[in-house]
């Protein structure tokens, strides 16, 4: 099976002569991670492909002041191969901003930074395509053959002996909110390109407790557009939580308890992730401290601060009315309904994973436990029948697999060098044994 193309499209032509020895498909910062450290390694092929014209980080929430909840080492390569060109430090140093950065003493850096970093790197890198929208996969006797298309509809073929996935995730709203998306209802993803059209409401809704909830509650809180526009913010979660940042908790995000996880039976692995949601779904302690700050001092001299939280509230009922919205929530606690009237809606409601059509052609080859996810080996391989001579590797599709560092930045570049050792089979980065002073399993050799 094929993808379908329009009747006038012109047939496929060679991205070059060569086989690959890797095509990757995705240029979000973990794929470009792989396209850093396969630079540095000679004699190594790669291509990468990413539909957008260049690259963008999450642009939607890229708010003044908004910073990374991962240390600046947490960059493509550092914490593989401190040594690259690739690195932030190297970024910097080639801005001129190596002082900067040294006398303002910020572990975080801001993530409108972060993202031009990324940037510096992807449109550097010989390796990666842009406006390059993959559209078919197919295999043969161990080769990949990908097509892709340009934004003119000019399609070409590119080659390679593995597959690598970081397509990344995709905004998801909650099923309320499906018919009502537009000008005034949409997820937080498009936060930044849709907020003037807020300015000047009266009443304004925030929907979920993670980061970038806090971030546009306290945005909307800030801003002299919404002086007088009442904020609520609601989610389903127990509280508005601190994320757990102590410095044994994240362990937790280091390759040793990635290790572990791994090793755990999948029921007992479906049971563990949602426990552990201040791990991955809470919000930093500065940006707490922030809006705790600005509803203060809103409320000096016992003036009206505006704003109002509310946790333990699920979104069950959404409907328009006139020009406003309607809003069911109920209670999960008290068991019991209750009504929110607001003019607009930005749901920070989190992300899902993709299921891209070009995987179509070689979808039946690819394993599925009982709920139809991916099984994925530890070297981030998929599982595939016999047939699929070739290997595919994904990256931040591997929650269920791997655990709650699947996301994060700061494993970004251990999981490229992962999957880099793995294609080559030999150790082209050496990874540290040991990364963390946590025990994560009983001792070995004992037990019944």
């Given amino acids: 099976m094929t993808s379908a193309q329009p009747t006038n499209a012109p047939l496929p032509r060679p991205d070059d002569g060569r086989v690959h020895d890797l095509v990757g498909v995705g240029l979000g910062p973990f794929n470009l991670a792989l396209a850093a450290l396969a630079d540095a390694l000679p004699g190594l092929s790669a291509r990468f492909l990413e539909a957008r014209p260049s690259f963008s980080w999450h642009p939607g929430l890229l708010l003044e002041g908004a910073r990374l909840q991962v240390p600046f080492l947490a960059d493509l390569?550092?914490?593989?191969?401190?040594?690259?060109?690739?690195?932030?430090?190297?970024?910097?140093?080639?801005?001129?901003?190596?002082?900067?950065?040294?006398?303002?003493?910020?572990?975080?850096?801001?993530?409108?930074?972060?993202?031009?970093?990324?940037?510096?790197?992807?449109?550097?890198?010989?390796?990666?395509?842009?406006?390059?929208?993959?559209?078919?996969?197919?295999?043969?006797?161990?080769?990949?053959?990908?097509?892709?298309?340009?934004?003119?509809?000019?399609?070409?073929?590119?080659?390679?002996?593995?597959?690598?996935?970081?397509?990344?995730?995709?905004?998801?709203?909650?099923?309320?909110?499906?018919?009502?998306?537009?000008?005034?209802?949409?997820?937080?993803?498009?936060?930044?390109?849709?907020?003037?059209?807020?300015?000047g409401l009266g009443d304004v809704t925030v929907l979920g407790s993670g980061q970038s909830g806090a971030e546009v509650f306290l945005d909307l809180l800030r801003s002299p557009a919404h002086r007088d526009t009442q904020v609520n913010w609601l989610t389903r979660s127990q509280a508005f939580a601190p994320m757990e940042y102590s410095k044994l908790g994240l362990e937790h995000f280091t390759p040793d308890y990635t290790r572990y996880f791994h090793t755990l039976p999948q029921h007992v692995k479906d049971r563990v992730v949602p426990e552990q949601w201040q791990l991955y779904k809470g919000i930093s302690g500065d940006t707490i401290a922030e809006i705790h700050d600005v509803l203060y001092e809103r409320g000096i001299a016992g003036a009206p601060v505006g704003a109002s939280l509310r946790a333990q509230c699920e979104?069950?009922?959404?409907?328009?009315?006139?020009?406003?919205?309607?809003?069911?929530?109920?209670?999960?606690?008290?068991?019991?309904?209750?009504?929110?009237?607001?003019?607009?809606?930005?749901?920070?409601?989190?992300?899902?994973?993709?299921?891209?059509?070009?995987?179509?052609?070689?979808?039946?080859?690819?394993?599925?436990?009982?709920?139809?996810?991916?099984?994925?080996?530890?070297?981030?391989?998929?599982?595939?029948?016999?047939?699929?001579?070739?290997?595919?590797?994904?990256?931040?599709?591997?929650?269920?697999?791997?655990?709650?560092?699947?996301?994060?930045?700061?494993?970004?570049?251990?999981?490229?060098?992962?999957?880099?050792?793995?294609?080559?089979?030999?150790?082209?980065?050496?990874?540290?044994?040991?990364?963390?002073?946590?025990?994560?399993?009983?001792?070995?050799?004992?037990?019944?």
């Fill in 77 to 199: 390569v550092s914490l593989v191969d401190p040594t690259s060109r690739w690195s932030f430090l190297s970024y910097l140093h080639e801005h001129d901003r190596l002082f900067p950065f040294y006398f303002s003493e910020h572990f975080h850096v801001p993530r409108r930074e972060y993202d031009d970093y990324c940037r510096w790197v992807a449109h550097r890198l010989p390796s990666c395509r842009f406006d390059a929208r993959a559209t078919t996969v197919h295999h043969h006797e161990g080769v990949f053959t990908v097509e892709y298309a340009d934004a003119r509809g000019t399609h070409s073929t590119v080659r390679g002996r593995a597959l690598v996935l970081g397509i990344g995730t995709e905004p998801v709203l909650p099923g309320p909110l499906a018919d009502l998306v537009g000008e005034r209802v949409f997820h937080a993803a498009d936060y930044l390109d849709r907020a003037p059209g807020l300015a």
């Fill in 315 to 448: 979104l069950v009922e959404a409907h328009a009315d006139g020009e406003g919205l309607v809003l069911v929530f109920h209670h999960r606690e008290q068991d019991r309904d209750f009504t929110v009237r607001t003019d607009a809606v930005v749901a920070a409601s989190g992300y899902a994973q993709r299921s891209p059509d070009f995987l179509t052609p070689v979808a039946k080859l690819l394993r599925t436990d009982a709920r139809g996810r991916p099984v994925i080996g530890q070297d981030l391989r998929l599982a595939t029948e016999p047939e699929l001579t070739a290997p595919i590797h994904v990256q931040n599709a591997e929650l269920h697999t791997h655990g709650v560092g699947a996301p994060d930045l700061g494993l970004g570049a251990w999981r490229a060098a992962t999957i880099l050792n793995s294609l080559t089979g030999r150790t082209a980065y050496r990874l540290p044994a040991r990364t963390a002073f946590t025990s994560f399993g009983a001792p070995a050799g004992e037990g019944r």
